[in-house]
């Protein structure tokens, strides 16, 4: 079956510091992979995405390469900021499923001053 | 139409109560979805519709779970007789379906419904 494993948290950082949060899967066939933010109080956002091998996403900032060969999608941040503070959630979708998610348990950032 | 909207956020209930959350989708979108949330978990896939028709149930929907799609606009999820293990947050999505594996037909999450049974 499917699984998404993450770092656990929570990951404590200094703003300004670089962040990575590790994600690996299980899945047949050739899943897209997804990382999702959910920010206090607020429904989950999608962040970023890749839909095949090597595929590199990106958005505000951070970025995740789909690594079919260690089946992994590890989110990184060059800079991180308060704002960034948020559960940041690994999924993926395989073929298929009709967009159903398979995700990771979650791991809670916080950035301080 | 600004997103997925749920209702209510908050429901505080007694152990053995019914109750009721409705997802109202993004208008344009005829797949949704709900999904469970506990405390330091990700999401698990409850059920989905196609428009009005459910294709597919989790086995994590026991038989005091229903979901509907009249119309194949909003949803109701209705959880019968609750125990304290139901408490979570309940979460609907939905998305458009662009070919049958599309890279781009992705989940808009509304902000959830949390439940608390006492």
């Known amino acids: 079956g499917n699984s998404v494993t993450q770092m656990e948290g929570p990951v404590t950082l200094s703003e300004e510091a670089f962040l990575t949060i590790n994600c690996t899967y299980t899945?047949?066939?050739?899943?897209?992979l997804f990382w999702y933010v959910q920010y206090p109080g607020e429904g989950l956002q999608l962040l970023l995405k890749?839909?095949?091998?090597?595929d590199k996403g990106s958005n505000k900032g951070f970025e995740a390469t789909y690594r079919k060969e260690t089946t992994s999608f590890h989110l990184e941040k060059g800079s991180v900021q308060v704002s960034d503070s948020a559960v940041y959630f690994c999924?993926?979708?395989?073929?298929?499923?009709?967009?159903?998610?398979?995700f990771g348990t979650g791991t809670r950032l916080q950035v301080t001053l | 139409d600004t997103g997925v909207s749920q209702d209510p956020r908050h429901k505080i209930t007694k152990r053995g109560q019914n109750v009721t959350f409705r997802c109202d989708p993004i208008?344009?979108?005829?797949?949704l979805y709900w999904y469970r949330q506990t405390l330091g978990q990700g999401p698990e896939f409850l059920t989905y519709f196609q428009n009005e028709a459910q294709l597919e149930k989790s086995r994590l929907l026991s038989d005091r779970f229903s979901a509907e799609r009249p119309k194949g606009s909003f949803s109701t999820l209705e959880i019968q007789r609750t125990e304290q293990g139901d408490s979570a947050m309940y979460l609907c999505?939905?998305?458009?379906?662009?070919?049958?594996?599309?890279?781009?037909?992705?989940?808009?999450f509304g902000a959830g419904s949390r439940l608390t049974v006492l």
């Open positions: 899945a047949t066939g050739y899943p897209s």
């Open positions: 208008s344009e979108h005829n797949r």
């Open positions: 890749a839909t095949k091998a090597d």
């Open positions: 999924a993926l979708r395989n073929t298929g499923t009709a967009s159903k998610l398979t």
């Open positions: 999505a939905s998305s458009s379906r662009q070919g049958a594996h599309s890279g781009a037909n992705v989940l808009t």
